[in-house]
């Protein structure tokens, strides 16, 4: 950021950070505000990372000056129509349960399947829910304790959060389509933050599919995102996220998922867009017989960075975890895994897996991998592996030998290479639409 | 740590701790680290001035640098710092009696069937004569190729030139904060160099070395292999070693030029006390080929990761660990690789075993810079857990700036299977000895690359230390 516009924003809604100004504009159920008042204290003790923190060391972050951005502030103005926008995208993607719409960072259309509503599913914006739900946001949100190094961003994303929604599922209710949402940003040089709460009880079931959309912006813009799932006893999510924004942002996600006994998640990250992205996926199994995949897939090129960083958590005994994460790089592009499995004393008969697979596809490309293990139990199964390297040269020639150009069979084994993480996903309607994306940006 | 020492309380001191009714005397420096003690040291050992000069420019580093808050727990080594003695005599040392020897020691030296004057040399209480003898013959065949085999202080006095050409080159002394110690008060070590083309085909061996002072805490080692050189060399004793210290720092050097090739093997056997931080590392060159055969067993904490810089084309770095935390150790090991130049491979084989309350952790860098192209590195780690109360952890370093390298890791943690053990007991092997059959199985990668006395020696150790594991 040069030197006049970060002039220029010293006179923005909040010159350095008036927190009590930005929190004094808000109107909004006390809950919330004394949520983010306690979130902002802790925010201000804590020094930003720094590349000397280990969880930092690869991603810098000392480039943005997130104070001299400007907050969005949550507003409530719900439009009772879809934004043409979305609507375009979504005559292309199949059935669907329900919408939930971001501009920039805000709320504006919610929007469930009546039969749904009537079986006693909700799903509303986090202000509606702070007003009708204190309670649930209360343990299943302001109470989530990131880890150290993730306590900053955690804490200014709970502080400043701009807009969320709640999504209640009652037990035994199976959501037949996924629930659908888009963040999309369009004003340069903001900051927002937004969060997806879900709660999934006994034996519900749902899938949720997140799009985070932008046009390349001319100023340096950042979209802090948080995403709660509580899965219950036998409980069973599918949370997709799908990160296409433009160049000139970056993109903090921080994703806890926590499953109960027996209970089922899966977490799908697609990163595609933005200059920085960076991921923070835990998973905690916390009911023996519980089972968590987590996946992801990301496509660099220009001087893109991706940063992922995941946990798998086993606090019970007869727990399962499979990590699956998957990225290409070319051009200029870089990316880091940092995955760690820890086992708990006790966690017994834990089965916990974790590969990373990297594909360098140019000169300038470079990718660094850390799977970690941390164990403390004895009678487990653990294993990590992580590759890094280029397509294989055979199938390339061969591919070649059939007549397409280096370019096509390279796309084309990158495309295979997404696949394997794609079939991993149980609905069908998700999978095509994310193979467009991926498509669409590796140009195939 | 005490500063400004004055010479009147160097000089009490010497008269307090000084224990041996002896009439050469004995120097001693005060417990605790100062740069009066450095100089001391140097003088002491009648050293040239760059050598002083090296000395106190590490103990600024050492000074300036903070404890590392990574890998194992440091907390309380600043204040065991503060209580060591930086420098002993290594006489002193020597002069101690097979009667202060602990009872548990002398019982594991004769399971492990050693004869009585080994013994006494293992334990560093025995007079080295009779080794001597034996190696005589074998000293003269190396000196006639050229192959130098010295003390590190007889390397510095008798080879000033080649000394100093290579001395630090491989480890600065800022490279860390206990290389910097070590740089400051280094004591002890070898001086190897293997001059062109000569194969040396017996194993060097550190205890063996003639005119050889045990190795102090701060042993300081440099090896040059020169072009075309082929040698093997096995430092350290199998058997436990009979020490008061509570931490030790070595910093070993390793240039492995054009066509040469080494192998470096060491089995650390400490006492349960010890602090052992050690940085050692290998300039790897063209077409030359170095191992790392690194054994730990014991210490309180261990920290160490045998290092293979691939600096020229078709170098190749191979690192074969394995470690043992018995309880309430923990072992932070593993092996670096860096990948500099092209056509460069390398190979990381690590196992460890926890038992009790013991952690055993493998950290490991593999690096790939850009333009080493083709590079290739393979890391393996597998742990073994034998109690409910043991702990493993696998924390590698991945980092790749070269997209024609191909890199993989791949590590897994297991116990040893009910299924197995019952097998064995079908067999009509009991508990103990199934359970040994298997760690011993799981080791045998490791054991299988060792000089035959040492994989049986390690055999019998493991054995030893499983005693008591079941039931």
Known sequence: MNNTTAAARTDAVLPKWNFAQFASEL??????????????????ELPFPTRKVEEWRYTDISTIDFELLTPAIRTEEIDEELPADVREILSQSGDRAGVVVYQDGCVVHVELDQVLADAGVILCSLAQAAENHPELLQQALFETRPSTAEEKLWTLHLAILSGGYLLHVPPGVELPAPIHTFNTLKTPGLLTSTHSLIMMEK??????????????????????????????????????????????????STQHTVAH?????????????????????????????????????????AQQHFDHHTLQHHKAPHAHSDLLFKGA????????????????????????????????????????????????????????????????????????????TQRQAERLLVFGFFDEVLGRLPMAGVRERIRGAIEEKIGL | MPQNETIKELGLDEYKYDFVTDDKPVFRAVPGLSEEIVRQISAHKEEPEWMLEFRLK?????????????????????????????????????ERSWDDVPQEIKDTFD?????????????GVGAQYESEMVYHSLKEQWEEQGVIFDSIEDGLRNHPDLFKQYFATVIPQADNKFSALNSAVWSGGSFVYIPKGVKVEIPLQAYFRVNSERMGQFERTLIIVDEGADAHYVEGCTAPVYTTESFHSGVIEII???????????????????????????????????????????????????????????????????????????????GKVVHAAPHTTSQITSKSISRGEGRASYRGLCKVYDGALDAKSNVECDALLLDETSRTDTYPYIEIDENTASIGHEATVSKVGDEQIFYLMSRGLDEAEAMAMIVRGFI????KELPLEYAIELNRLIELEMEGSVG
């Open chain 1, 27 to 44: 109107t909004e159920p006390a809950p919330l505000t004394s949520a983010r008042k306690a979130a902002w204290k802790r925010y201000s």
């Open chain 1, 203 to 252: 034996s519900a079931r749902a899938a949720v599919i997140e799009e985070f959309i932008s046009e390349d912006l001319d100023e340096q813009t950042v979209s802090l995102h948080g995403a709660s799932v509580h899965c219950k006893d036998s409980a069973g999510i599918e949370y997709v996220t799908v990160q296409q924004y433009g160049r000139g942002v970056a993109h903090f």
């Open chain 1, 261 to 301: 006994h027996n209970a089922k998640s899966i977490t799908f990250n697609v990163g595609l867009g933005a200059d920085l992205s960076r991921a923070d996926v835990t998973s905690r199994l916390l009911g023996p017989g519980s089972d968590s995949e987590m996946l992801a897939l990301w496509f660099g090129d």
């Open chain 1, 329 to 404: 790089l070319t051009d200029k592009a870089s990316s880091v895994f940092r995955g760690l499995i820890q086992v708990d004393v006790g966690a017994q008969l834990t089965d916990a897996y974790q590969t990373n697979r990297n594909l360098l596809l140019s000169e300038g490309s470079h990718a660094t991998a850390l799977p970690n293990l941390e164990i403390e139990a004895d009678d487990v199964r653990c294993s990590h592996g992580a590759t890094i390297g280029q397509v294989d040269n055979t199938q390339l020639f061969y591919l070649m030998s059939r007549g397409l």
């Open chain 2, 58 to 94: 590490a103990y600024e580093i050492y000074e300036s640098k903070p404890m590392p808050e990574w890998g194992g727990d440091l907390s309380t080594l600043e204040a065991t710092l503060d209580n060591i003695y930086f420098y002993l005599k290594p006489q002193d040392q020597m």
């Open chain 2, 111 to 123: 399971k492990l069937g050693i004869p009585e004057a080994e013994r006494k040399a293992l334990a």
């Open chain 2, 256 to 334: 492995v030029k054009k066509g040469g090739n080494f192998r470096y093997t060491t089995i650390q056997n400490w006492s349960n006390n010890m602090y052992n931080l050690v940085t050692q590392r290998a300039m790897v060159h063209e077409d030359a080929k170095m191992e790392w055969l690194d054994g730990n067993l014991g210490s309180k904490l261990t920290m160490k990761y045998p290092s293979c810089y691939l600096v020229g084309e078709g170098a190749h770095g191979e690192i074969l660990s394995i470690a043992y935390a018995g309880d309430g150790q923990h072992q932070d090991t593993g």
């Open chain 2, 444 to 447: 045998e990668p490791v054991a």
